[in-house]
């Protein structure tokens, strides 16, 4: 136990209703009903697990596994997030990063730089009120929940996708210098410049794409999960409430798979179009002017 994480350690009741303003509910939670059920919690094992899940579910709230082996780990997550000790010490986490933001006993908030290795041992939860784990697998949901939670990997995407549209333009600007320059002039040195500058592009974008793929790999991977998870908890939970039987809630489950991956091949989609339109508007502008508001107009109102 690291003795400078002291002041940090808060009860159950305590370090939930600090998370629990960000839903503006009130969680009812005894100590001694935890700490019945738990003497200690170990990360990896999946008993310990599901039991500590099964005791929030008869909470009312969904818990959330997140992985993480250092600080910086914790950027891309929706705060605030619960850390737990492997003895059952509970902390608030609002910011992550090489030091990340605690919440003492005092309700001061306060940058801690933590070990690595003590990092590992500790488990971190987000949680979620059943009854917002269905509206969150509506579509507009789904999408504003994914593009939260993966706003790193989306960012990395969109930017890749932004220079692959301005790399796009090299073949074209070089068929123009190379037609309308460098064959009248008779220029061979110019010529190698220009075919080395663009050979170096082509070399960028062919990266550039690769990363894009492995972006896009990641974060549909992740997505994928997150949406089943939310989507499964939705569904037992509208069971446990409605009655609904379990053959219907497989039915749900069946058509769900079924539009996930267009769902998802959506989002990517969208990032990947928004650069390559920016760069379609400005070279509109930049060789027709005013003409680009025809474009403009047709996507407003379309």
Do not use: H
């Not at 969680?27 to 929030?56: P, V």
């Not at 974008?205 to 974060?219: A, G, H, P, V, W």
């Not at 939705?234 to 749900?252: D, E, P, Q, T």
């Amino acid at each position: 136990m690291d003795k400078k994480l002291e002041s940090y350690y808060l009860s159950a009741e305590t370090a939930l209703s600090i998370v629990s303003k960000k839903f503006n509910i009130k969680i009812d939670i005894k100590e001694d009903d935890i700490n019945l059920r738990f003497k200690k919690y170990d990360r990896n094992n999946t008993d310990d697990s599901i039991q500590m899940k099964n005791f929030f579910l008869s909470l009312g709230l969904s818990l959330q596994d997140i992985l993480f082996n250092n600080g910086e780990d914790l950027l891309n997550e929706p705060m605030p997030i619960l850390l737990l000790t492997p003895e059952m010490k509970w902390m608030v986490c609002v910011s992550g990063g090489q030091k990340i933001k605690l919440v003492n006993a005092r309700g001061e908030l306060c940058y801690v730089e933590i070990e690595d290795e003590y990092l590992k041992e500790l488990s971190a939860f987000s949680i979620l009120p059943l009854n917002k784990v269905v509206d969150s697998i509506r579509v507009k949901n789904i999408i504003k929940n994914s593009l939260s939670m993966n706003k790193i990997f989306y960012t990395k995407y969109f930017f890749s996708s932004l220079f692959m549209a301005i790399f796009a333009l090299t073949i074209p600007v070089f068929s123009n210098l190379f037609y309308d320059k460098l064959v009248p002039s008779a220029s061979v040195s110019s010529l190698f410049g220009v075919a080395i500058i663009v050979a170096v592009f082509i070399v960028f974008e062919f990266i550039l794409r690769t990363s894009k793929d492995i972006y896009q790999s990641i974060t549909a991977r992740q997505d994928d999960v997150d949406i089943d998870i939310a989507f499964l908890e939705a569904v037992l939970y509208s069971k446990k409430k409605n009655g609904r039987s379990m053959s219907s809630a497989f039915v749900l489950w069946n058509e769900f798979q079924k539009i996930k991956p267009v769902l998802l091949n959506s989002i990517f989609q969208r990032i990947a179009d928004i650069p390559i339109f920016i760069i379609f508007l400005i070279v509109i502008y930049v060789n027709l002017g005013l003409v680009v508001i025809v474009p403009v107009t047709m996507f407003i109102v379309s």
